[in-house]
C-alpha cells in the first residue's frame, strides 16, 4: 500500500517552458488535492477533486491546470512556467471530504 | 475571509521541557481542524482531527485541544524526535467546500538533548 506517490522529486525548469506533476493514489479515495508551500507562506490549495471527471478551483490556481480522469490519478499541468511557480508542491488524498488528508511526498519545482 | 494564524513561528526547548503551540483560526462555519507534523523534505503527516469546541485527543506526548477561536498542541516532556514543523488547517463548513483545507504558516519545533 504506497499511499500518495508523486513524481518527479525534483525539477528544473526554464521560464515557459512546461511540465507535468504526476499523482497516483492507491487508497481508492474520492477525494484528491494539488496544495502548494512556499517557505513562511503554509500550503495554498491549487485545485482539487471529488471525483473523477470533477475538479475545480483553489485558492492560487492561475498558471495551472488539472484533468481527473481516473479515481487514482491528478496529474497537475504547468503550461508556461514562471519564476513564481518555484516551490514545493504536494498531493494528497482523502477518502471524502470530512476526513483526514493524506499527503505524497512532495515535488521540488525550480523555475530559472 | 477564512484564516488561520500560528504561533509561535519557532520554538527551541530542551528535551523534557513541555509547552504549547497555538493555532487561531476565523472560519465560516468550522467543520474540523487538523494538526500535521512536517519533516524536513517531507509531506504533512496527519496527527489529529478535532470537529467542536472542548474535544481533545492524544498520541504519545502530544495533546490538541479545540475551543471555538483557537487550538492547542500541547508537548508534554518532549524529545530531539519530536523536532518537527507541526502544522494546522481548518476546513470550512457549508456547500461545495471540497474538503479543502486552510493551513496556518506552521510552527518549527527544536528539542535540543
Known amino acids: 500500500n504506497a499511499g500518495v506517490t508523486q513524481t518527479p522529486k525534483f525539477r528544473i525548469l526554464k521560464i515557459g517552458q512546461s511540465m507535468t506533476l504526476q499523482c497516483t493514489q492507491d487508497?481508492?479515495?474520492?477525494?484528491m488535492y494539488w496544495y502548494r508551500q512556499d517557505p513562511g507562506m503554509g500550503l495554498k490549495l491549487i485545485y482539487y477533486s471529488v471525483g473523477a471527471g470533477i475538479t475545480d478551483k483553489g485558492e492560487v490556481p492561475n498558471g495551472y491546470n488539472v484533468s481527473r480522469s481516473t479515481t487514482e490519478d491528478f496529474p497537475l499541468r504547468l503550461e508556461l512556467a514562471a519564476p513564481s511557480q518555484t516551490s514545493v508542491y504536494f498531493c494528497?488524498?482523502?477518502?471524502?471530504?470530512?476526513?483526514?488528508?493524506?499527503f505524497g511526498q512532495g515535488t521540488r519545482l525550480t523555475v530559472v | 475571509e477564512d484564516q488561520v494564524t500560528q504561533s509561535p513561528e519557532a520554538l527551541r526547548l530542551q528535551e523534557g521541557e513541555s509547552s504549547s503551540l497555538n493555532c487561531s483560526y476565523t472560519?465560516?462555519?468550522?467543520?474540523?481542524l487538523f494538526w500535521y507534523r512536517q519533516d524536513p523534505g517531507k509531506g504533512p503527516e496527519f496527527l489529529f482531527t478535532l470537529y467542536s469546541a472542548g474535544e481533545e485527543k492524544e498520541k504519545e506526548r502530544l495533546k490538541a485541544t479545540l475551543t471555538k477561536k483557537e487550538s492547542f498542541l500541547h508537548i508534554t516532556a518532549p524529545k530531539p524526535e519530536d523536532s518537527a514543523t507541526y502544522l494546522c488547517?481548518?476546513?470550512?463548513?457549508?456547500?461545495?467546500?471540497?474538503?479543502?483545507?486552510?493551513f496556518g504558516q506552521g510552527t518549527e519545533l527544536s528539542v535540543k538533548p
Open positions: 472560519v465560516s462555519g468550522l467543520r474540523g
Open positions: 494528497a488524498s482523502s477518502l471524502d471530504g470530512t476526513m483526514e488528508a493524506f
Open positions: 488547517a481548518v476546513q470550512p463548513g457549508g456547500y461545495n467546500q471540497g474538503g479543502k483545507l486552510i
Open positions: 487508497m481508492n479515495h474520492n477525494y
